[in-house]
């Protein structure tokens, strides 16, 4: 683990011209910064919550977890194994996965791992590039919260999207109740890491589910329809086809709009 980078230099190199001015706050206990090309999809009243980006597209989607005391993370050390544990359980189970880079950074009130990888959708064969950030924090009855910020693109756009996916994930920030430390040192370790490998296995699972359902439909402040095709790509309403895979749009009646 080393010491974490503050996010101001990163801010400053991009302020000019993506920040559309602030910062999102959402269930009155996360801020993140607020950029023109990133919008806020539907549900955007509980976890998980979606940001999309639509050209290039990319999706990045912040869950909450809860890890109880007894399975607590309680060092960087137990951290780091951890996070070994998920890569070799979860990350690498994935289709012709990959590890890129898996690094943690440690701040005495919380501390958090990054980790990138490739992989390819099952469905649609298009390889994805991952940028997986889980930041986690002691609250005061005892418990641990683990906020993950996952985000996936086409491999080939990642260059394009990768400032604004690291500025949107480090400049995360929980600002509801939370210790000066974040780990527990009045007990002896036994199942180290345990709660956190459960819950990345679940975020996966919840992730892929979500990304590639049809139903999930997304309406930007401007009024713009989008529709999601089978393999999980966004695309605007006057695309006819997938901009990923290509397959033609296949309209459905939901309620009272014409997305499909």
């Known amino acids: 683990m080393k010491n974490y980078l503050l996010p101001i230099m990163l801010w400053l190199t991009l302020t000019g011209s993506s920040v559309a001015g602030g910062f999102i706050n959402l269930a009155g206990e996360i801020r ?60 690498l189970g994935l289709p012709e996965a990959s590890l890129l880079t898996s690094t943690g950074y440690f701040e005495t009130y919380r501390t958090s791992f990054v980790i990138e990888f490739i992989s390819t959708d099952s469905i649609s064969h298009v390889p994805l590039y991952h940028r997986l950030n889980a930041i986690l924090y002691r609250h005061p009855d005892g418990h641990q919260l683990l906020f993950t910020l996952w985000a996936k693109t086409d491999t080939k756009d990642y260059p394009t999207v990768a400032d604004e996916l690291k500025l949107i ?51 930007i402040s401007s009024g713009t329809n989008f529709w999601r095709c089978d393999c999980g790509q966004l695309n605007r309403s006057e695309h006819k086809s997938c901009g990923q895979c290509g397959e033609p749009r296949r309209f459905r009646h939901v309620g009272n709009d014409n997305v499909s």
């Open 32 to 91: 993140l910064p607020s950029l023109n090309s990133w919008h806020l999809g539907n549900d955007t009243l509980d976890y998980p919550f979606q940001l999309v980006r639509l050209e290039p597209p990319a999706e990045l989607l912040i869950f909450k977890s809860i890890i109880a005391p007894v399975d607590a993370v309680l060092s960087n050390d137990e951290l780091k194994r951890s996070v070994e544990k998920v890569v070799d359980d979860v990350i």
């Open 169 to 219: 994930q480090s400049g995360f920030i929980y600002t509801g109740p939370q210790e000066a430390s974040v780990f527990l040192t009045n007990r002896r370790p036994y199942w180290y890491g345990v709660g956190l490998l459960i819950i990345i296995a679940g975020l996966l699972y919840a992730f892929r589910q979500r990304t590639r359902a049809s139903k999930t439909r997304l309406s």
